[in-house]
């Protein structure tokens, strides 16, 4: 039985996958693996028996990466399964940014009397321009930017996309009416929008920063549904008074900017629909069984994707440095005892390299231990089915 350790709400849905091996926990005790949303795990102590943790979403700065790579700890995410859910609200922010919809509804709660009236004479408080015919900015054309970027050009506006690491699948999903920035200057020079889908990494943290919006058109719509503190929030708060945003839609409400006039805090919503939820969920526990069952690695940020066919009694997985010499060490050990390896598959992902060797006849715990203590090599499984 193995335990999984829920540390967010996780739709149901994705729970049914596990099926009747697993238990579902609140606790972290002897936990097999996690499943997370945006719970904060950088405190968490982990105990020796977690193997992975997948995150049922796409931003993974909730978890410590590195140290779960150290510790041999396979961290998944879900890519692109929440990102329809992002794009709608990315719409929703783009029309909120523009029309003063959020200002008239608070008003109209107010009137009273002769409303009819005071509705035709005060709505000019309201006005705000279409967005047919502007032009956007899409930092970072992954899953959602490649989405909101074909999505608002269908809509009229002019679109132009700026990702210094654009994967092939990403540049394939693009429509061709939007044009490429070769770098970030030319997109806030000319954007009268700009809305930001970049991960948010040390190289990322506060690109959004002063200079950044000393380079901006005056009167800029400014949209972020990536993460809070890709965004200086104090020059940012600076630029609006100087004039350069004239709104600022974010979906991290964070002190400072609450109940600001001129931006608009929603609560962590993009992803917070039932399909979302239920993509992510049943995208994360396959990720989960299909590591903790076969040793299978899809959509890993820390280790390299790896999956083999199983047709023999015995696997073993390794996770291990990705230097030379370490598979002729591995395989001798097991030579030793005269075990025939049936079948294998070695992969890297820069400093770090995953195996799976297949075996008829099991490897003998005493064998395992010497594999375990080979220098650089981090976490050793033995599955059979
Ligand atoms: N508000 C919400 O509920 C949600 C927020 N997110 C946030 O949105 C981010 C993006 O999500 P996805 O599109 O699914 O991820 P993704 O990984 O598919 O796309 C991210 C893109 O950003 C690009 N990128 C990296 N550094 C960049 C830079 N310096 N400038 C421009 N582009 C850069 C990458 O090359 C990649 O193409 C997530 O990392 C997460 O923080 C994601 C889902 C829901
Ligand atoms: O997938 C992401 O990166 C998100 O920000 C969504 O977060 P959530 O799962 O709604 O807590």
Request: hydrophobic content about 40%; proline content about 3%.
């Amino acid at each position: 039985m193995s335990k999984i350790y829920t540390l967010n709400k996780i739709s149901s849905k994705g729970l049914e996958g596990f099926g009747q091996c697993y238990e579902v926990q609140e606790s972290l005790q002897d936990a097999d693996a996690i499943l997370v949303r945006s719970a904060k795990m950088h405190e968490l102590e982990l105990p020796k028996s977690v193997k992975a943790i997948a995150r049922a979403g796409a931003g993974v700065n909730n978890i410590p990466i590195d140290a779960c790579t150290q510790k041999g700890i396979v961290v998944f995410n879900t890519p692109g399964a929440n990102a329809n859910a992002v794009k709608e609200m990315v719409i929703a922010g783009l029309l909120l940014s523009s029309r003063k919809i959020i200002e008239g509804v608070n008003w109209a709660q107010t009137l009273k009397g002769n409303i009819a009236k005071e509705v035709e004479s005060g709505k000019s408080a309201f006005t705000g321009p279409e967005i047919l015919g502007k032009k956007l900015g899409v930092v970072g054309l992954g899953a959602i930017g490649v989405l909101v970027a074909n999505a608002t050009q269908a809509l009229g506006m002019e679109v132009i996309g700026y990702d210094p690491y654009l994967s092939v699948d990403a540049a394939w999903g693009i429509s061709r009416h939007i044009r490429h920035a070769h770098t970030l200057e030319e997109v806030l020079g000319q954007a009268d929008y700009i809305t930001i889908h970049a991960p948010l990494t040390s190289a990322t943290k506060e690109m959004f920063n002063e200079e950044a919006f000393n380079k901006m058109k005056k009167g800029v719509r400014l949209l972020n549904f990536a993460r809070d503190t890709l965004v200086d929030n104090q020059a940012l708060v600076k630029a609006i008074e100087k004039g350069t945003i004239e709104k600022y839609v974010t979906d991290f409400p964070v002190e400072g900017l609450i109940g600001h006039p001129q931006i608009i805090t929603i609560p962590h919503l993009g992803a917070s629909t039932p399909e979302s939820e239920d993509n992510c969920a049943v995208m994360a526990v396959k990720e989960l069984k299909g590591y903790l069952e076969k040793g299978t690695i899809t959509n890993s940020v820390n280790f390299p994707e790896c999956e083999m066919p199983w047709h023999a009694t015995f696997r073993l997985t390794l996770i291990h440095k990705n230097i030379p010499a370490m598979i002729g060490k591995i395989t001798s050990i097991i030579a030793e005892e005269g075990i025939n390896i049936s079948d294998m598959i070695n992969k890297s992902k820069g400093e770090w390299a995953y195996t799976i060797i297949d075996t008829d006849t099991k490897v003998t715990d005493i064998k395992i231990k010497s594999i375990e203590a080979l220098d650089d090599m981090i976490k050793v499984r033995v599955l059979s089915k």
